[in-house]
């Protein structure tokens, strides 16, 4: 056997990883010598499951495998690391992280290759499900911080589905009205060149104990008629160069045959979008033509040149109204992997304020929050100011100075969260602000409002367009968040008679401490647009900060006593 598996269980910490690690043979390579990404799906889904099954206590099915961006080109003779981490258990599902480098025998230095996310289902024998038991995440900030993020995560693969019907939407909205591109007419190749059909037999060594057929297989066979109809397009070798999510709709068992469809959806410049689905059918279902949806997934190739330089790809069009779906389907997708990619993986460089649209809303509101929970989970704040009832702590790191305010309240969480989520109610309680008015509601938890604030030192005033992202707890012991960070929309544009400011990240952590009584902990990366109203305090020749605070305090306080009676 050339692989080897080590499964642990950290002392003290609860977690549960796996590690896999896989010297590179040419049998698991293609003919360049490359690593296939069929292959490494195959090995990154079993040591998932693993970690997944560890948790459990019994067996698991994959659900799904967020999209996952291929950073490196693995060849024959280098070795893989594949590391695997259950982050968070929720009901009957868990979110195993995965994350795969590629080391240089030779020089021993190593490389990423890529990082995913899966969620496993425990699935017992018989039809019930079962409640996992919760993770016990003390002991390490890094793995406190990923089991924060991953209900943060969860959510956006859950809402995935619909956020790409309302694209869609908007995208033939956009057609009826003459404002999209047209179909393109010559010189192109019509996709219905590069349909591929395949089909397999669900034999014993494909499945698992359960006779269920491995993810990472399914995966795999996916991939490979992905490869070939993308190659029908250049008529060269091309490479995967990300996956759109992998959902597993529906098991599939031995002696299943699965036919697989591949077919080029667009094409654009430098990458083509190949959409692959799979259909399953037993013996029974072969003989009346019933098949069973159990996948479908978007695969992004492109083509590596010689120098380094991606080539290019012949422009495609479209013959049919289901070509026509796919076509449209891709460029929506297109938008919504950019967004994520400049949102989620975005560095610290360049303005903060994020254009507001609907291909870049659900990610906003993830970065949002996540961007919140990990300034929260920082280490080594520094108290400035400490009473019995409050407590104001800075924290600086590599030039990014950070407050927090810490308050013990006395009403509920939930009475609390709903009046800090209501930021019209603010200038209520807190003098900075002057007015503040609804832009747009994008749904319950996602709200745009523009927040005018008052002059500081006789300078011009200063407004925000700010991103309101709310989240109620998950699980018990989860905190309430009310997130803000600054965007941009067109409908309001900055004015001469202000300063048009931003926000990075700030926003409130509502957690419940007994019997109406809870800590609301504010937060605030201070920008230039922020440091005006904090700068007094921060010198400490100003109680400002104190002073909002207490009247936050007596504002949540009072309230929840005037809806009582
Ligand atoms: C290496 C060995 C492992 C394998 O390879 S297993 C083979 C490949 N996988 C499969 O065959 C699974 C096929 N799919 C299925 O059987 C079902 O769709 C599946 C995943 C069990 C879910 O079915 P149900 O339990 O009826 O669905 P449900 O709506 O009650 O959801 C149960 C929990 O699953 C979650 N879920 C469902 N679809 C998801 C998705 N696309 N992405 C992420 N999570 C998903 C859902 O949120 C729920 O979680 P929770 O109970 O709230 O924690």
Redesign the pocket.
């Known amino acids: 056997m050339d692989g080897s598996c080590e499964t642990g269980q950290e002392k003290g910490s609860g977690l549960v990883e796996v590690q896999m690690c896989q010297s590179i043979l040419p049998c698991h390579a293609n003919h360049q010598g490359e690593l296939g990404a069929g292959q490494l799906l195959k090995w990154m889904?079993?040591t998932?499951?693993?970690a997944a099954e560890r948790h459990a206590g019994m067996?698991?099915?994959?659900?799904?495998m967020d999209d996952i961006q291929f950073e490196e080109t693995v060849r024959v003779g280098q070795v893989i690391n594949i590391k695997a981490r259950v982050n968070r258990?929720?009901?009957?599902?868990?979110e195993v992280g995965i994350y795969v480098k590629v080391q240089e025998v030779l020089s021993g230095t190593t490389k990423r290759v890529c990082v995913a996310f899966s969620?496993?289902?425990a699935?017992p024998t018989g039809t019930h499900?079962v409640?996992?038991k919760p993770l016990d995440i003390q002991g390490s900030v890094e793995k406190m911080l990923e089991y924060s993020l991953a209900s943060e995560r969860?959510r956006l693969?859950?809402y995935n589905e619909e956020a790409f019907k309302n694209l869609m939407k908007d995208y033939y909205n956009l057609q009826d009205k003459g404002l999209c591109s047209r179909k393109p007419i010559t010189p192109v190749v019509s996709t219905e060149l590069t349909r591929v059909e395949s089909i397999e037999l669900v034999l014993p060594p494909h499945a698992?104990h359960h006779g269920?057929?491995?993810?990472?297989?399914?995966m795999a066979w996916m991939e490979n008629v992905a490869t070939v109809s993308a190659s029908r397009l250049c008529s060269c070798y091309p490479s995967l160069g990300a996956v759109d999510?992998f959902?597993?709709?529906?098991?599939?068992n031995v002696g299943d045959r699965l036919v697989f469809k591949a077919m080029v959806n667009n094409a654009f410049q430098t990458s083509v979008e190949v959409g692959v689905r799979v259909e399953a059918y037993n013996c029974e279902e072969w003989n009346e033509g019933t098949p069973r949806h159990?996948n479908s997934a978007s695969m992004i190739y492109y083509i590596p040149g010689l120098d380094g330089e991606k080539q290019t790809f012949p422009d495609v069009t479209y013959t049919t109204l289901d070509g026509e779906r796919r076509f449209i389907g891709a460029i929506v997708r297109k938008r919504i992997r950019m967004a994520r990619k400049h949102i989620l993986y975005s560095k610290d460089e360049g303005p903060i304020s994020v254009p507001w649209d609907r291909s870049n809303q659900v990610y906003l509101g993830y970065n949002n929050v996540a961007a919140l929970t990990v300034l929260a989970g920082k280490r080594g704040w520094e108290a400035s100011s400490i009473n019995d009832k409050l407590g104001v702590y800075v924290h600086e790191e590599a030039y990014k100075l950070c407050l927090k305010v810490e308050m013990k309240v006395k009403t509920t969480a939930f009475h609390a969260f709903s009046l800090l989520a209501d930021l019209p109610l603010r200038p209520q309680w807190d003098k900075n602000y002057l007015s503040c008015e609804e832009v747009e509601k994008a749904d319950d938890e996602e709200t745009i409002y523009h927040i005018k604030c008052s002059t500081v030192k006789g300078s011009k005033s200063r407004d925000f367009v700010v991103l309101l992202s709310k989240r109620q707890p998950c699980k018990d012991g989860d905190p309430y968040v009310v997130a803000l960070r600054s965007v941009t929309v067109a409908t309001v544009p900055p004015d001469e008679n202000s300063i048009r400011s931003e926000v990075k990240c700030a926003g409130f952590l509502i957690h419940e401490i007994g019997y109406i009584t809870c800590k609301v902990s504010y937060y605030n990366q201070v920008t230039s647009g922020v440091l005006p109203y904090v700068e007094g305090s921060l010198a400490g020749w100003s109680k400002s900060m104190e002073e909002t605070a207490m009247s936050c305090m007596s504002f949540l306080e009072q309230d929840l006593l005037t809806t009582q009676f």
Do not use: E, Y
């Open positions: 889904d079993t998932a499951c693993l067996a698991c099915v994959t659900a799904s258990a929720f009901n009957t599902s868990m969620t496993f289902v699935k499900k409640s996992l969860r693969r859950l698992n269920n057929t491995f993810g990472g297989q399914i999510m959902r597993f709709r529906g098991p599939s159990i």
